[in-house]
């Protein structure tokens, strides 16, 4: 259709031992960077599901400061108005390359989960809430929720989220995850967090086991 976005395109990892796919995990990589910046965490996963392909897209924007980098909505104008309207041109983007990758593998609408990371997690968390079906699992490392005011009257599903953040994070405060997990609490999401004391603005080992052990259980659930 003439009103979809260009389809994005990224790295792919998997499933091991040349299975068939049976979910796909989506990795949405931050702010300058692009789909290579996630998809090592692939293998990672990749031994709590073997069956999963990992796909990790290059955002749909160039970012201004790091020609080689990507973003998924500019930031220059960081009130919530111009934030929300961003996410949600991001969110179209990451709709159809999940509904794309889906076909592609030939797995039911509803086996995926989404993982982001930073600015990644902003539109994993925007994006997943409003998809339906929704995804197993939605995991959002050192991000925040964006638009929260209008969730209530979006959400589509009940994906199950997983917060991550360092503590010592000097470019997405801590309590920006914070906020979140109150936000999703209140519309009754299921919501499990990790705060990180002394990590900054990364993922750290106790991360990359909670996010393994969380999407091996959504999945599982299902």
Known sequence: MADLPPLLDGPRYGPRNGRKPEQLVVLCHGLGADGYDLIDLAPYWAAALPAACFAAPNAPEPHPLAPQGRQWFDIADRTPVRLAAGVRRAARHLDAFIDAELARLALPPAEYALMGFSQGAMTALFAGLRRAPGPRAILAYSGALVAPETLAAERTNNAPVL??????????????????????????????????????????????????LFLQRAFAAA
């Open 163 to 212: 917060l991550v953040h360092g503590e010592a994070d000097e470019v997405l405060p801590a309590f920006l995850s914070r906020d979140a997990e109150r936000a999703l609490r209140a519309e009754g999401i299921a919501v499990e967090s990790l705060f990180r004391p002394g990590l900054g603005h990364g993922i750290d080992d106790a991360g990359l086991s909670a996010g393994a």
